[in-house]
């Protein structure tokens, strides 16, 4: 089972061919926190650009300079090791005890900011992460430009394929544990299962363009408003609800699998099953293990889409909301090579 070869282009197989990550600052990544820091309080925030580091070997080396557990430095999320990245970590401190943060070596990182809080940073507490990317030696510099205006109405929003490690490990390690085997070390069994929720997301979405419904309301389809987490659950599909949808005001979602009733119904849920009922071993895992069911949105909205060409050079500037992937936007845009990946491991 291989993790993201086969799925499905929203706008078929891009012609445009380029290199991505060459170095480091080909990929550039800055988070934008969804809320403003308080300045007082009793945790830090530091704001740290990092340079070919992943963001748990960070909090590792913050974790051993202020003397506390690893499990005690907090992050909105993880951000890629081949890229400049900006973005914030997060501890309890001592509103009168001193920390020389200054005189601080941390490896390939600077620390831009600190600042105070009343309360710690959580998973997800971002407003959307911005990217600049450099993609070199395009091929058909004209295409890529009349792709991007497509792409401005949506991509698929496929789990990238750094949710399943290299060749697909993480998902093979959740077919083993559920199989039976044992994986003791609590984050990699997180990984493990976080890859098969995120396998069988991405079947759905990838099977909903095969039918020719991406872009349609069906009845009994779960929308989620844009911008927002709230879904609601639509009986039967119509005009109103379809010109919602062309506008980006609603998206479709599919199941992120686990315990809990099916939101879905009628046709949404005829396709849905279909596709859970080629997975039953995964989606049984995931139920197994009590993770709770969830929705997530199908259509990506990339904000601020822009692209400025430097002779055989694109940069190309967008944001999306948390938990969504640079690599699914640029996949729809050209066909890259990822040089990041060439002998090495990532994140």
Same mark, same amino acid.
């Given at each position: 089972?291989?993790?993201?070869?086969?799925?499905?282009?929203?706008?078929? #197989? #891009?012609? $445009?061919?380029?290199?991505?990550? /060459?170095?480091?600052?080909?990929?550039?990544?800055?988070?934008?926190?969804?809320?403003?820091?308080?300045?007082? %309080?009793?945790?830090?925030?530091?704001?740290?650009?990092?340079?070919?580091?992943?963001?748990?070997?960070?909090?590792?080396?913050?974790?051993?300079?202020?003397?506390?557990?690893?499990? !005690?430095?907090?992050?909105?999320?993880?951000?890629?090791?081949?890229?400049?990245?900006?973005?914030?970590?997060?501890?309890?401190?001592?509103?009168?005890?001193?920390?020389?943060? +200054?005189?601080?070596?941390?490896?390939? $990182?600077?620390?831009?900011?600190?600042?105070?809080?009343?309360?710690?940073?959580?998973?997800?507490?971002? *407003?959307?992460?911005?990217?600049? &990317?450099?993609?070199?030696?395009?091929?058909?510099? =004209?295409?890529?430009?009349?792709? @991007?205006?497509?792409? *401005?109405?949506?991509?698929?929003?496929?789990?990238?394929?750094?949710?399943?490690?290299? %060749?697909?490990?993480?998902?093979?390690? =959740?077919?083993?544990?559920?199989?039976? /085997?044992?994986?003791?070390?609590?984050?990699?069994?997180?990984?493990?299962?976080? @890859?098969?929720?995120?396998?069988?997301?991405?079947?759905?979405?990838?099977?909903?363009?095969?039918?020719?419904?991406? /872009?349609?309301?069906?009845?009994?389809?779960?929308?989620?408003?844009?911008?927002?987490?709230?879904?609601?659950?639509?009986?039967?599909?119509?005009?109103?609800?379809?010109?919602?949808? !062309?506008?980006?005001?609603?998206?479709?979602?599919?199941?992120?699998?686990?315990?809990?009733?099916?939101?879905?119904? %009628?046709?949404? =849920?005829?396709?849905?099953?279909?596709?859970?009922?080629?997975?039953?071993?995964?989606?049984?895992?995931? &139920?197994?293990?009590?993770?709770?069911?969830?929705?997530?949105?199908?259509?990506?909205? #990339? +904000?601020?889409?822009? &692209?400025?060409?430097?002779?055989?050079?694109? &940069?190309?500037?967008?944001?999306?909301?948390?938990?969504?992937? =640079?690599?699914?936007?640029?996949?729809?845009?050209?066909?890259?090579? !990822?040089?990041?990946?060439? %002998?090495?491991?990532?994140?």
């Amino acid at each position: 089972m291989s993790s993201n070869a086969g799925l499905n282009y929203l706008y078929g #197989p #891009p012609a $445009c061919q380029a290199k991505l990550r /060459s170095q480091a600052e080909d990929f550039i990544v800055d988070e934008q926190l969804n809320f403003i820091p308080s300045g007082s %309080g009793e945790h830090l925030l530091l704001h740290i650009e990092k340079r070919g580091q992943n963001t748990q070997f960070v909090a590792k080396q913050l974790a051993t300079l202020t003397g506390l557990r690893v499990r !005690d430095i907090s992050y909105a999320g993880l951000k890629d090791r081949h890229a400049v990245t900006r973005q914030w970590f997060c501890f309890k401190w001592p509103i009168k005890q001193e920390l020389a943060w +200054q005189d601080w070596q941390l490896e390939g $990182c600077t620390i831009l900011n600190v600042q105070r809080h009343y309360r710690k940073l959580r998973l997800g507490a971002l *407003k959307a992460n911005q990217f600049q &990317i450099r993609l070199r030696d395009l091929t058909d510099s =004209a295409g890529l430009l009349q792709r @991007a205006e497509q792409v *401005k109405a949506g991509v698929p929003n496929y789990y990238g394929e750094q949710r399943f490690g290299i %060749g697909g490990g993480n998902l093979q390690l =959740a077919q083993q544990l559920f199989a039976g /085997s044992s994986i003791t070390d609590r984050k990699l069994r997180g990984l493990a299962l976080s @890859a098969a929720r995120s396998y069988v997301f991405n079947q759905q979405v990838t099977a909903r363009i095969a039918n020719g419904q991406f /872009s349609t309301v069906l009845d009994g389809d779960v929308l989620q408003l844009d911008g927002s987490g709230s879904v609601f659950r639509v009986a039967a599909a119509d005009a109103a609800l379809q010109q919602r949808l !062309d506008a980006a005001d609603v998206h479709p979602t599919a199941v992120l699998p686990g315990i809990g009733e099916p939101m879905v119904s %009628g046709a949404a =849920a005829g396709l849905e099953q279909q596709v859970l009922a080629g997975h039953a071993q995964l989606v049984q895992g995931l &139920i197994d293990y009590r993770l709770r069911s969830e929705r997530r949105a199908i259509r990506l909205m #990339p +904000q601020h889409l822009s &692209i400025q060409l430097q002779q055989q050079d694109a &940069i190309i500037s967008f944001a999306l909301p948390a938990g969504c992937f =640079a690599t699914s936007v640029l996949r729809e845009l050209v066909q890259y090579h !990822d040089a990041s990946r060439d %002998g090495t491991v990532l994140e």
